[in-house]
C-alpha cells in the first residue's frame, strides 16, 4: 500500500505528536473490577507508569471513580520524593465496589487537573452511568480495557471515549 500511513517516515509522525507533560489518571473502582482485575493490574500498570525514566518530572494527578469519584492524589510531578505516595495511592486505595459512572470519573479529573493535556483512562468497560462527559473538555484520552473480554458494548464504549478524544484505540 504505497502512499499509505505506513510508508510515512517515522520523523514526519513524530514531529506531528506532541509530548503530554500533565497527566490525569481516572481508574475505574467499581464493584466489577473485583472478578475483572482482581489482582490489581490497573494500580500495577500506574506504578509502572510512574517509574518510567521518561515520565521523571511529569504531573500527574490520580482520581477513581464508582458510583461517585474520589482523588487518589493530586496532580504532582513523578519523582523520587512523590513516587511513593503515588504507589501507595495505586497499591492500597482501590477497593472496588459500587456502580461504574464514567462521568463521575471524569468530571472529577477535570476538576481536579483543569491543566491536564492528555488522561490514562483504566476500566472494565460498560458503564452504569454516561453522558459522554469525557469529551469536555477534549483532552486526549489512553484507553485501557481490563477484562472486557467478548463484551461488545464494552469495547464499544472504550473505542468510542478513545476515538471522541483523539487518543489511539484502546488497548
Known sequence: ???GPAS??????ASACTQSNDVEAILDDSGSMNSTDPNNFRGKLMSAYIGLGGNQGKTLGAVKFSTTASVLFAPQPINAGTRAVMDAAFTNQLISSGGTNY????????????????RIFLSDG????DNDLHRTPPIKTYVVGLGVGNDVFAVQELTQIASDTGGPPPI
Open 1 to 3: 500500500a504505497a502512499g
Open 8 to 13: 510515512a517516515s517515522p520523523g514526519a509522525h
Open 103 to 118: 462521568d463521575a470519573g471524569f468530571t472529577l479529573g477535570n476538576q481536579q487537573n483543569p491543566n491536564a493535556t492528555s
Open 126 to 129: 460498560a458503564p452504569s452511568t
